[in-house]
């Protein structure tokens, strides 16, 4: 049932006519002085600086301010309100993001230094990307739920990495307060066997 | 079935209240909000100081003047101020609201205020009696008696004759324990959006965000801001957890932003980040839980005596409720003929403390089941034997004299868990471990358990919930309750609910956004009482539906429901198309009347609760549960970690495998992380480690595999037999994990978290350092006699 998914909260007005929910809604921000980022700190300038850089694959440019986080560039410039902040100082991993090969807190990255490199957000993945993900329990309150599908993204996509450290290890870097981490563990699980037996066949 | 939400959740596409954008349809930009806050404990306010440095005219300013209606956040009390106006009883308590369309430019005009406050004499510790000017409660009760100062609440439980139990006991254990409080650190903080909708004495207030409980938002909205209900709408939008921490906090927030938007009639979001929610927000409370116990010289239980302190912090909040659960819960799931137990919480100058997943019963059950394993250690019985030779059989009776007869087999249930820990095997291991091995100490310790489900008492009959299911003209349904979902699985479960029931396929069930403007209250989302109680009022809104389409209970297929549904409304089109073609004014085109099968709260037959004398059936129905932990202990770091982790439960019916079992795990983790790491730094009454740098909630390399078993007995009044299992996981871990240290090296931990620090305290204990704990302290003791005997905190160490 993927796509009916989507429609699991109706905005149907049934019980009785009111204004529709869309008062609010997932539009951009339409802030008519922000004409880049206002930066997390005080002290940010008013200066802004263009940034080019590859966001799921696509060109993208942007104006940002030299204060400004990745994270609040990602939601609040160019819409990729996937990525979340849970806490702002790199602990709970929620607005974890791939930058070239490595999953990073965008809540400590500057903007401006993705400059001329690869960013990946949870808005990349695909349905059937998580599907064991989602089979197995991973996500409940969906909070921690796009940083931790980002590694493991990222974690699948380098088994490897397994031979060294144990899949717990690799984990630990996005707090999850729902699941106790079995749900997670056990998709990542089914994930990197399935990878293992596609490229078993392919091979064989 | 797989989470209906899941897919949207784990690819971002799900939003949530800060990922919304307000609009601006007219109505300027939205702002954002700020609070300033109190940074003294108590005192009164002599002045607040704008700097004049800050150009103010570009800022909403809002206090305690700007409120049309009471200044009180709505709950039991009605105690806790929306914004103080004179004075303040914690730190952190909020005075003033500002907003402004820059978040940074916030951040700025929040320091440039400078609130002076003449402190007074604030409590820290409710085990040290207040001197007279720290009395701030119970001050105007006209018979002012000494130890009642300050007491939000007291509740006391008697079943037959205590006294005459000890006089003829051949053994009495005492012993005290002490559980610190917990942040429930949702991943998602809270949030809210207000904006205004309409003009003038028809102007609506709405508020959407992050929340458990739309109603009781509601109805602080009201009071605040003195409106009817239909001027007040509440949406809940998706929430990142909340494990009882946006039960009533929500409401706060929700008047600060509706005072804003009200003040600068545009949208206002007040979002606050992980710090202020952190220091700011409703805990658990902490407790001190007094233990006095007769046995005979089988070890079976002659008489239970208990005492309970809660801390409350500055305001009433849900404390005595909570209390409540506590002291229900506290004689654990035993049989025994005499029981007295006395409950208080107590004012601080602590931040509130507030509602988190076990309300209450996990401090009582930690002291219990801790006290268990002290029984038996001191009387030189087996701990499983000793709680076997106890255990509620049917027939016997609960401490508030409630005849327990659901055909539970309660003893399989720990035959369960210790089967599948390989719990004689692994005691015989540990032994032959912690014999050779220098530094590592093994050990496992077990909980026996029970949690009630539902409102105490009465409290689902005051809830009168209120369910609908809707025929849609296309032959789908949509459920309409308030219960929301944060992570626990309600659109999962109420989809499934209704498409069994209906026989419909899950997808022609929609399940309505918690809407006050659209949904009846069907209660909040609480006390477990979802899916065994909303659910089955979801089951019976579906029969209802049944009977208004004419269609049998059992024999229609989901099929003929949906050719039903359709033909109604094609019917009921007609009809209106006739009576406009008889009226012919052209009439208004009223959007039809919705068909909705509806249903109310019944309570179970023979329910019966006396809430003078706190006695009756508590609760419609019991989860019983057995947790088993293994631990490890380095005894060069002090540091504990659990290795293995079992928890078998009877919940009546499993619903969703998945998704109970996630709820089973997820819960354990967290009483892991209150029993061994999540530990606080108070500094003047508030959390001075708030960043998750320094408060420490497991990660996934912190813990192992939780292994779960569910047995079944259905529960005639839950919905397909389920009862309720959200609270039940929080109860188990602190006393298994803490038993578990207590095997692993022979000590007698006797409060929670068991941080290195802690364990370095018990295995090499400094002799004059004084006892964490307040069994000292005349104010836990009611009565004279429960001084005697008193031991010190580490009893056997």
Known sequence: MASSDLDARSTSTVARPTSPVATITGAPAGDDEMVCGEGSGEDGTDDCIDIEFSLNGESTSVLVNPADRLLDVLRDQLDLTGTKEGCGEGECGACTVILDHLPVNSCLVPAYQVRGRRVETVESLTDEDVAHLHASGATQCGACTPGVAMTARWIVDRPHLLSRHTLRALMAGNLCRCTGYDGIIEGIELDLTAREDAQRGSTG | ?797
């Open chain 2, 1 to 797: 079935m797989k989470r209906r939400e899941g897919l949207a959740k784990l690819t971002g596409r799900e939003r949530y209240v800060d990922d919304l954008r307000p609009s601006v349809d007219g109505r300027g930009r939205a702002l954002w909000a700020a609070t300033v806050r109190s940074s003294v404990a108590r005192g009164r306010i002599r002045s607040v100081r704008f700097d004049p440095a800050i150009d103010w005219d570009a800022f909403v300013v809002v206090d305690h003047r700007d409120i049309p209606g009471r200044n009180v956040v709505k709950l039991i009390a009605d105690d806790q101020p929306v914004l103080a106006a004179d004075r303040v009883r914690h730190v952190h308590e909020p005075i003033l609201l500002l907003a402004h369309p820059s978040r940074s430019a916030l951040r700025r005009a929040v320091r440039a205020v400078t609130i002076d406050i003449e402190p007074e004499s604030p409590i820290f510790d409710v085990c040290v009696p207040p001197t007279p000017e720290q009395v701030q409660h119970g001050t105007d009760h006209p018979h002012q008696e000494p130890g009642q100062e300050n007491v939000f609440k007291r509740l006391a439980v008697d079943k037959g004759d205590v006294d005459a139990a000890f006089a003829a006991a051949a053994h009495i254990v005492d012993g005290t324990y002490a559980t610190g409080s917990q942040e429930h650190v949702y991943l998602e903080p809270q949030g809210v959006i207000a904006h205004i909708e309409g003009e003038g004495d028809d102007d609506v207030v709405v508020v959407s965000g992050s929340m458990q409980c739309p109603f009781y938002v509601q109805g602080a909205l009201m009071m605040a801001l003195d409106r009817e209900a239909e001027r007040v709408r509440v949406v809940q939008t998706s929430t990142g957890g909340g494990f009882g921490g946006k039960e009533e906090f929500p409401s706060g927030l929700a008047i600060h932003a509706a005072l804003l938007a009200l003040k600068a009639r545009r949208p206002v979001k007040l979002i606050y980040d992980r710090g202020e929610d952190l220091e700011a927000s409703t805990k658990r409370h902490p407790s001190w839980v007094r233990h006095r116990t007769a046995l005979d010289a089988d070890g079976r239980l002659l008489a239970q005596d208990i005492d309970i302190v809660m801390d409350a912090g500055a305001y009433v909040t849900l404390s005595p409720v909570v209390l409540s659960r506590g002291v229900i819960h506290a004689a654990g799931p035993y049989r025994c003929a005499n029981v007295r137990i006395r409950g208080r919480c107590v004012l601080s100058n602590r931040v509130p403390f507030g509602a988190f997943r076990g309300f209450g019963a996990p401090q009582t059950l930690f002291a219990c089941e801790r006290h268990m394993d002290r029984i038996a250690h001191q009387l030189g019985l087996d701990p499983v034997s000793l709680r076997r030779v106890n255990l509620l059989r049917d027939g016997d009776s609960t401490a508030t004299s409630q005849t327990i007869r659901d055909g539970s087999d309660r003893s399989a249930v720990i035959d369960q868990a210790l089967a599948m820990a390989g719990w004689y095997e692994k005691r015989a291991a540990h032994r032959a471990f912690n014999a050779t091995e220098p530094w590592l100490r093994r050990g496992i310790g077990l909980a026996v358990f029970h949690h009630g489900a539902g409102f105490t008492g009465s409290g689902e009959v005051y809830l009168d919930s209120r369910v609908a299911v809707a025929g849609l003209p296309d032959g789908r349904v949509e459920v309409l309750t308030a219960a929301t979902e944060m992570g626990q699985g309600t659109i999962t479960v109420f989809t499934q609910l209704a498409a069994d029931r209906l026989g419909l396929p899950p997808e022609d069930v929609l399940i309505a956004q918690p809407d006050t403007a659209r949904v009846p209250d069907s209660g909040p989302t609480v006390a477990s009482r979802t899916a065994m109680i909303v659910g089955r009022l979801v089951e019976r809104a579906c029969d209802d539906l049944r009977d208004r389409l004419g269609l049998g209970p059992e024999a229609s297929s989901g099929d003929a429901v949906r050719r039903a549904i359709i033909a109604w409304h094609e019917d009921y089109a007609r009809r209106e198309q006739s009576s406009r073609d008889e009226t012919r004014d052209g009439g208004v085109a009223t959007s039809a009347p919705p068909l909705l099968g509806q249903a109310r709260y019944q309570a179970p037959p023979g329910v019966l609760w006396d809430d003078e004398r706190y006695r009756g059936d508590a609760y419609g129905a019991f989860a019983w549960a057995t947790y088993v932990a293994e631990v490890e202990v380095d005894l060069r770091t002090y540091s504990a970690r659990v290795i293995d982790f079992v928890a078998v439960q009877e919940i009546g019916k499993v619903l969703n495998e998945v998704l109970a079992r996630g709820q089973i795990q997820g819960g354990v983790v967290q009483g892991i992380g209150w029993a061994l790491s999540e530990s606080f730094v108070w500094r003047d009454g508030a959390m001075a480690n708030a960043q998750l740098t320094n408060y420490v909630i497991p990660t996934s390399d912190d813990v192992p595999s939780i292994r779960v078993a569910f047995q079944e007995n259905p529960y005639p009044h839950g919905a397909q037999g389920a009862k309720g299992i959200g609270e039940l996981p929080m109860d188990g871990p602190g006393p298994a994990i803490a038993n578990a240290i207590a095997a692993a090296l022979d000590v007698d931990p006797c409060e929670i978290p068991l941080t290195p620090e802690t364990l370095m305290d018990l295995i090499d204990p400094i002799v004059d350092d004084a006892s964490p704990l307040c069994d000292a302290d005349p104010a836990l003791n009611n009565r004279p006699s429960a001084t005697e005997g008193a031991h010190g905190g580490l009893i056997g160490s």
